[in-house]
């Protein structure tokens, strides 16, 4: 049966990501002022249930998870939105869910970028665009930065694997 801690975080997370991944998808901008919300929710759902221990497990998820996708934002390839976004959810979920969801939203963002390049009849140039990606995280090599197509048809919108992975995650690890 769920804790009632459990269910809170769903309750936050469920009509976020719900609003979170329409706004990405419909105009490409992750507001600050729904991150925020996950974000001040989170912490207060954790702090209420866990006291002084949840509000630093909540805080350690928002810094860890913060880190590990500004290390990919560095790179361009991804927005300061998304990163923002999965710090924020960090904190809602806490440290202890923070590298399985980075797994399962890795996994969900590469299923669904890969059906993406397939629709747009782009498989060559973007796995030729990944090649040099890797390519350039050995060593002596220069990681390469990639510009935004203008062509928006091109991304992918990554508050949705961001939002769907981090729910799975939930679900699936969540004790």
Same mark, same amino acid.
Do not use: W
């Given at each position: 049966?769920?804790?009632?801690?459990?269910?809170?975080?769903?309750?936050?997370?469920?009509?976020? $990501?719900?609003?979170?991944?329409?706004?990405?998808?419909?105009?490409?901008?992750?507001?600050?002022? *729904? !991150? @925020?919300? %996950? #974000? +001040?929710?989170?912490?207060?759902?954790?702090?209420?249930?866990?006291?002084?221990?949840?509000?630093?497990?909540?805080?350690?998820?928002?810094?860890?998870?913060?880190?590990?996708?500004?290390?990919?934002?560095?790179?361009?390839?991804?927005? $300061?939105?998304?990163?923002?976004?999965?710090?924020?959810?960090?904190?809602?979920?806490?440290?202890? *869910? !923070? @590298?399985? %969801? #980075? +797994?399962?939203?890795?996994?969900?963002?590469?299923?669904?970028?890969?059906?993406?390049?397939?629709?747009?009849?782009?498989?060559?140039?973007?796995?030729?665009?990944?090649?040099?990606?890797?390519?350039?995280?050995?060593?002596?090599?220069?990681?390469?930065?990639?510009?935004?197509?203008?062509?928006?048809?091109?991304?992918?919108?990554?508050?949705?694997?961001?939002?769907?992975?981090?729910?799975?995650?939930?679900?699936?690890?969540?004790?």
């Amino acid at each position: 049966m769920p804790s009632a801690q459990n269910f809170a975080i769903f309750l936050l997370l469920v009509p976020m $990501a719900i609003v979170i991944t329409y706004m990405d998808v419909r105009y490409r901008r992750i507001p600050n002022k *729904l !991150v @925020l919300v %996950m #974000l +001040l929710g989170g912490i207060a759902v954790n702090s209420f249930f866990g006291g002084t221990q949840g509000l630093l497990v909540s805080l350690e998820g928002f810094g860890l998870a913060f880190a590990l996708m500004f290390f990919f934002h560095i790179f361009g390839t991804l927005g $300061a939105g998304d990163v923002k976004l999965f710090a924020a959810i960090g904190a809602v979920n806490g440290i202890a *869910l !923070v @590298l399985p %969801m #980075l +797994l399962v939203v890795a996994i969900t963002g590469a299923l669904l970028a890969i059906g993406k390049m397939v629709h747009a009849g782009r498989a060559r140039t973007t796995m030729f665009g990944v090649l040099q990606f890797f390519y350039g995280l050995l060593p002596g090599q220069k990681v390469p930065r990639f510009d935004i197509p203008s062509d928006r048809s091109y991304t992918l919108p990554y508050a949705v694997p961001i939002c769907f992975g981090s729910l799975l995650a939930f679900m699936l690890f969540h004790s």
